[in-house]
């Protein structure tokens, strides 16, 4: 059964720090790991997607890597905005399926 | 393109009456995905087809649950009976393709309260 956990579940930071976002998952035969933003009562926004073949994908102020043989994978926002603050998921795929993570919430101070 | 379209955005009933979720998914994509979220479950995947087939409804919770997609730009989701604990916010998604590069689009999702 794929389990994916991400650890903390809320995280506070000033403006202008950098984001860390944990993500870990116990299936290492998977195909992706995608990386969501949720704002409060809304959908989820995909923000990155990675291939079991890639290490890292770029986007922006974002960069997200993926190891697959510690079954991690991490979030990197660069230079926090209060704008950035919204629950991040992550989420391993298999072949069609996603298995998501609780979310890490962070809100970002002014 | 307008992305996933799902209507209605919310929906409030009371317990026994039949609802009706529905979904357009992203023209071209060939796999729709049902998901329904919650604060104690997160994120569950309740069925999903390919080419309008159901494929996995292993997520299906109860039988009061049915989903169809009669053609390449709709989906239903029907619970009948509803029961409040059926409450939830129910998101639709399709693909393009499987695999690697199996990018999963959202819709806004339906916000369902039973009464």
């Known amino acids: 059964k794929q389990e994916v956990t991400q650890i903390p579940a809320a995280l506070s930071v000033p403006e202008g720090e950098n984001l860390v976002l944990n993500c870990s998952f116990t299936?290492?035969?998977?195909?992706?790991l995608q990386w969501f933003r949720q704002d409060p009562g809304k959908g989820l926004t995909s923000l990155l997607l990675?291939?079991?073949?890639?290490r890292e994908q770029t986007s922006g102020r974002l960069n997200a890597s993926l190891d697959k043989s510690s079954g991690r994978s991490t979030l990197y926002i660069a230079a926090s905005q209060p704008g950035d603050s919204a629950t991040y998921l992550c989420a391993e795929g298999n072949d069609y399926k996603l298995s998501f993570g609780a979310g890490t919430t962070v809100t970002v101070r002014a | 393109d307008a992305g996933v379209i799902q209507s209605p955005r919310h929906e409030v009933t009371e317990m026994g009456q039949e609802v009706t979720l529905r979904c357009k998914p992203i023209?071209?994509?060939?796999?729709l995905f049902w998901y329904r979220q919650t604060m104690m479950r997160g994120l569950e995947l309740l069925i999903y087809?390919?080419?309008?087939?159901?494929?996995?409804d292993s997520g299906m919770p109860e039988d009061r649950f049915s989903a169809k997609m009669p053609n390449a730009s709709f989906s239903t989701l029907k619970i009948q009976p509803s029961e409040p604990r059926d409450s939830a916010v129910y998101f639709c998604a399709s693909s393009l393709l499987a695999g690697g590069y199996n990018e999963q689009f959202f819709g806004p999702g339906t916000r369902l309260t039973v009464l």
């Open positions: 023209s071209g994509h060939d796999y």
């Open positions: 990675i291939q079991s073949s890639q």
């Open positions: 087809f390919n080419n309008n087939v159901p494929i996995d």
């Open positions: 299936d290492s035969a998977i195909y992706n």
